[in-house]
């Protein structure tokens, strides 16, 4: 991270979630002002009370649906000045055997962790690289890195926002914005509260906020929250084709 972006505001679209909140928390005690970004944004005020006690700097709330395509420019348009740090913290996970019933079902946790992301940080990337200067931060998951039975609606839509931020950052290289995938792995959040997950492989959301802002000031690329996650990932990732399709993963 620059030295112009060291107190620059953070705009966290999700602000509502847990990961997004615990990364509010960590950038508001970096100094930063914080643009928190979500439906029914009033309702999170506060937290926003909560976030100036802590940081003693501005936040603001406003209205965002990342499926709201049409409203995206001016939602950014709206904001009261440009962001030097977007974190995407928004995804649905869904339910796998209803999205596999249900085609509506299907397209939605598809447009919410692909589509809506994706088209919203274009936009972003467009405006960051006119100015030289930004970072974006995208929160995919390992569950793009090869589709399994047991999630692969969601881990569809994930791997085609790993692949968007890939070709983001590969586009953005040498102008000055840096593009950051983040693959949690399992997260102690509401999304996951009644899952049954190795705690070796589940990280809380204050670790996912520490790796986010490491990231940023390293000039981070791809974070595996826990390293643990790229060897189990590589691991199934390797496994061949006629014996990948024997197993439920």
């Known amino acids: 991270m620059t030295q112009d972006l060291a107190k620059s505001p953070v705009l966290i679209l999700g602000g509502r979630s847990d990961i997004g909140l615990a990364c509010a ?20 005020e506060p937290a926003a009370q909560d976030l100036r006690l802590r940081g003693g700097g501005a936040v603001s709330l406003h209205e965002f ?32 055997e209803a999205s596999e019933r249900d085609p509506q079902a299907a397209a939605l946790v598809m ?53 968007f931020l890939s070709g983001l950052r590969n586009r953005l290289a040498r102008t000055g914005v840096q593009v950051v995938t983040v693959k949690p792995g399992f997260v102690a959040t509401r999304m996951t509260e009644g899952m049954d997950t190795p705690a070796p492989l589940t990280a809380q959301p204050e670790e996912v906020a520490r790796a986010i802002l490491r990231a940023i000031r390293t000039g981070g690329t791809v974070v595996y929250v826990r390293p643990v996650w790229r060897l189990v990932m590589t691991a199934i990732r390797a496994i061949p084709e006629p014996l990948f399709k024997r197993m439920k993963l």
């Open 111 to 163: 447009r919410a962790n692909f589509e809506g992301p994706a088209l919203i940080l274009g936009e972003i990337a467009n405006r960051m690289e006119a100015a030289g200067r930004g970072v974006i931060v995208g929160i995919s998951s390992v569950a793009g890195d090869r589709g399994r039975a047991t999630n692969y609606v969601y881990g569809a839509g994930k791997a085609g926002f790993t692949a």
């Open 25 to 44: 928390r960590a950038f508001a005690a970096a100094g930063h002002p914080l643009q928190l970004a979500a439906r029914n944004a009033a309702t999170l």
């Open 65 to 96: 649906d990342v499926l709201d395509i049409a409203g995206h420019a001016a939602f950014l348009d709206a904001l009261p000045e440009p962001p030097g740090i977007v974190l995407c913290a928004v995804g649905a996970m869904g339910d796998q």
